[in-house]
């Protein structure tokens, strides 16, 4: 007979999403109990943080431990293509907020805000896996399988997903849609850069544009020990077209582009490269009855403008909230002080993909003689201040940059 612990707070998965939203509950006196597949550190990608992701650290009480961890700092964005550069430094933009970051290993990060999230009071149990859900009794019911085998049932109160690209409930509920986002392929791994000092800024992430054709792009974001993540990222056709292993394509495709050759002309590529095709998800609903969906675990854009960690704080943010005030007696309208609440700015960062991808949020930000304030309010979403309706680009994002595609053509 399978044993069956309660518990208060349930979250699936210990990455950013999950141990930021322990820490906001252990901040209301909650119980806490994080499920965890994997052991940490592991690798992932994400690893350019935007500054609005500092204020959800502050909140959460981690931000000391992730500044003595000592990661890289950042300071903005670079655009490349070809002859064009042109960059943003983020603590020039129209929000208010913190305006600096960091680039960041995930598999130390993730872990550090893990430790970080058992400190206060979080309980972490590594390499368990959910393998079951049922959310329609009075309280949900989850299965968990141990490292040894053994099958044990967890009843809580409420289940946070903050499972990522496993997306553990949406799976398990059947709450998956097709993403409205093509389908789209990455190469990616870490090197040994071996970059000459003065000839690139480490304090910002570096966007390459392939120089014939719009939608292929790069990502070079330097970390603190010398080394960088590279990717590129294009439709699955684009890519079968390159042979080899997974490192030679990403070698061939990175060097099509003269600046990043001359870049990275003495690197080291010391880590065999990965490839993942279909990361874009939707799901029919964020919540449900005792559960919402953090993250990666509800819907994941495109990783251009390094959007994914910000929106798994956010999400943190608003479902621990929500859940303090349904403690307190508060009635919980989960669909817009939770998903409408989210999706307002996830929306205002898919307008600007959208743009990005058609060619038209390029024509903007290589424009020669943009308006300052224009381009600080440019700025500020780049920086992670998609919620920030004082903005018009936010209060506005399509009609806004409508108009300026065509401005700019």
């Given amino acids: 007979m399978q044993r069956t612990e309660r518990h208060d707070i349930l979250i699936i998965g210990a990455g950013p999403a999950g141990s930021v939203a322990a820490a906001l509950l252990k901040q209301q006196g909650r119980e806490v109990l994080i499920i965890e597949r994997e052991i940490f550190p592991r690798f992932s990608i994400g690893e350019s943080l935007l500054p609005q992701s500092m204020a959800y650290l502050e909140e959460a009480g981690m931000l000391r431990a992730v500044i003595e961890a000592g990661f890289q700092f950042k300071n903005g964005a670079a655009f490349v293509r070809g002859d064009r550069y042109t960059d943003f430094d983020f603590r020039d933009k129209h929000s208010?907020?913190?305006?600096?970051?960091?680039?960041?290993?995930?598999?130390?990060?993730?872990?550090?805000?893990?430790?970080?999230?058992?400190?206060?009071?979080?309980?972490?149990?590594?390499?368990?896996?959910?393998?079951?859900?049922?959310?329609?009794g009075e309280r949900p019911v989850v299965e968990v399988k141990s490292p040894d085998g053994e099958v044990y049932r967890i009843e809580a109160n409420f289940v946070l997903d903050a499972s990522g690209f496993g997306r553990i409930l949406?799976?398990?509920?059947?709450?998956?849609?097709?993403?409205?986002?093509?389908?789209?392929g990455a190469i990616f791994t870490h090197i040994e850069d071996r970059i000459p000092v003065g000839t690139f800024d480490r304090n910002k992430i570096r966007?390459?544009?392939?120089?014939?054709?719009?939608?292929v792009w790069y990502w070079l974001i330097p970390f603190a020990d010398g080394r960088c993540s590279i990717g590129v990222?294009?439709?699955?056709?684009?890519?079968?077209?390159?042979?080899?292993?997974?490192?030679?394509?990403?070698?061939?495709?990175?060097?099509?582009?003269?600046?990043?050759?001359?870049?990275?002309?003495?690197?080291?590529?010391?880590?065999?490269?990965r490839?993942?095709?279909?990361?874009?998800?939707?799901?029919?609903?964020?919540?449900?009855?005792?559960?919402?969906?953090?993250?990666?675990?509800?819907e994941f854009l495109d990783p251009v403008f390094s959007s994914g960690v910000t929106i798994?704080?956010?999400?943190a943010s608003l479902a621990s909230d929500c859940l303090r005030r349904q403690a307190a007696g508060e009635t919980v309208d989960w669909q817009n002080d939770y998903a409408v609440a989210l999706k307002q700015g996830v929306d205002t960062f898919?307008?600007?993909?959208?743009?990005?991808?058609?060619?038209?949020?390029?024509?903007?930000?290589?424009?020669?003689?943009?308006?300052?304030?224009?381009?600080?309010?440019?700025?500020?979403?780049?920086?992670?201040?998609?919620?920030?309706?004082?903005?018009?680009?936010?209060?506005?994002?399509?009609?806004?940059?409508?108009?300026?595609?065509?401005?700019?053509?």
């Fill in 170 to 184: 949406p799976r398990l509920l059947k709450l998956e849609t097709p993403s409205d986002f093509p389908v789209r």
């Fill in 350 to 409: 898919r307008a600007f993909v959208e743009s990005w991808y058609a060619g038209g949020f390029q024509r903007i930000i290589f424009h020669e003689n943009p308006p300052a304030k224009v381009r600080r309010n440019i700025c500020a979403i780049l920086a992670g201040y998609a919620w920030d309706q004082t903005n018009p680009y936010v209060a506005e994002t399509k009609r806004r940059l409508g108009v300026l595609e065509e401005l700019c053509k």
């Fill in 275 to 298: 490839h993942i095709v279909g990361y874009a998800a939707n799901v029919t609903s964020l919540y449900g009855k005792h559960f919402a969906l953090l993250g990666n675990a509800g």
């Fill in 96 to 136: 208010e907020g913190w305006g600096t970051t960091y680039q960041v290993q995930r598999g130390r990060f993730d872990h550090v805000l893990a430790m970080e999230a058992e400190r206060q009071g979080a309980e972490v149990r590594y390499r368990h896996e959910v393998i079951a859900a049922d959310m329609d």
């Fill in 312 to 315: 798994a704080f956010k999400s």
């Fill in 233 to 273: 990222v294009a439709k699955q056709d684009f890519l079968a077209q390159y042979q080899g292993s997974d490192t030679e394509r990403l070698q061939a495709l990175v060097f099509e582009d003269p600046a990043s050759q001359a870049l990275l002309a003495n690197a080291q590529w010391d880590t065999p490269a």
């Fill in 207 to 215: 966007i390459t544009i392939h120089r014939e054709h719009v939608d």
